[in-house]
């Protein structure tokens, strides 16, 4: 099976642009979930979506938002960049909607805003 | 509520010792509990996981850890350390029940002495 999927690889943006990232998961998984990774705040949560319907929302600005189509693909969008938006963007797929599901994670998108 | 804490940020020892990996858990119910090893520039990959049953739980690479519920600990060990175990790796947690986001540890990365 082919992994978890992510575009771009690599985005440079300005700030007060918009961007959106696109996620394929793994054939046959339902979830989704969408994580930044910086040096300095590490790995933090932004949102899950399982069947299209977002799960559970992290402590992020309105300006992130992401959906879910019903091929389980996801996309997230971020308005009005700001330079501290720069980070690496991580999806992970799981089959379900399992809490113990192994999340599976793709290479993820390295977004830097100028 | 849950969260996560890796002790050491970097960690350095000799190819061929033991490696000890520390992580602290809190979680109000019982939690699954994750460990994912990151190589530069790539995404993360599941090492181990411990959801019920046995405490002591084998991953790849010879990876083990077990879970100790009255030190709430998870720690990550392997006997021997090998050039290639050098990267960023992140213990997680994720409450069992309800629709709970998984929380990582803020990551320790590992340096390996030839």
């Known amino acids: 099976k082919a992994g978890v999927t992510q575009t771009p690889r690599y985005l440079i943006k300005t700030r007060g642009q918009q961007v959106t990232l696109s996620c394929s998961p793994i054939?046959?998984?339902?979830?989704v979930s969408w994580y930044q990774q910086t040096p300095g705040q590490g790995l933090q949560f932004l949102f899950e979506?399982?069947?299209?319907?977002?799960?559970n929302k992290g402590n992020f600005p309105g300006r992130f938002s992401g959906r879910q189509f019903s091929n389980s693909r996801s996309e997230m969008n971020v308005s009005t960049l700001e330079l501290g938006d720069s980070a690496l963007y991580l999806c992970a797929s799981s089959p379900g909607q399992g809490t113990a599901d192994t999340q599976y994670f793709g290479p993820g998108t390295r977004l830097t805003v100028l | 509520a849950q969260s996560v804490t890796q002790l050491g940020s970097h960690v350095s020892v000799s190819e061929g010792a033991l490696v000890l990996l520390r992580c602290n858990y809190s979680s109000s119910v019982p939690p699954y509990l994750f460990w994912y090893v990151q190589y530069p520039n790539q995404g993360l990959q599941l090492l181990l996981k411990?959801?019920?049953?046995?405490?002591l739980v084998k991953g790849i690479n010879g990876f083990e850890a077990e879970f100790k519920k009255s030190e709430t600990s998870f720690h990550l060990t392997k006997p021997s350390a090998h050039m290639s175990d050098a990267a960023e790796y992140f213990c997680?947690?994720?409450?069992?029940?309800?629709?709970?986001?998984?929380?990582f540890g803020t990551g320790t990365k590992l340096q390996v002495i030839p």
């Open positions: 411990y959801t019920t049953g046995a405490t």
């Open positions: 979506y399982f069947s299209e319907t977002q799960r």
């Open positions: 054939s046959g998984h339902r979830s």
């Open positions: 997680a947690v994720r409450s069992s029940g309800g629709y709970q986001k998984v929380t």
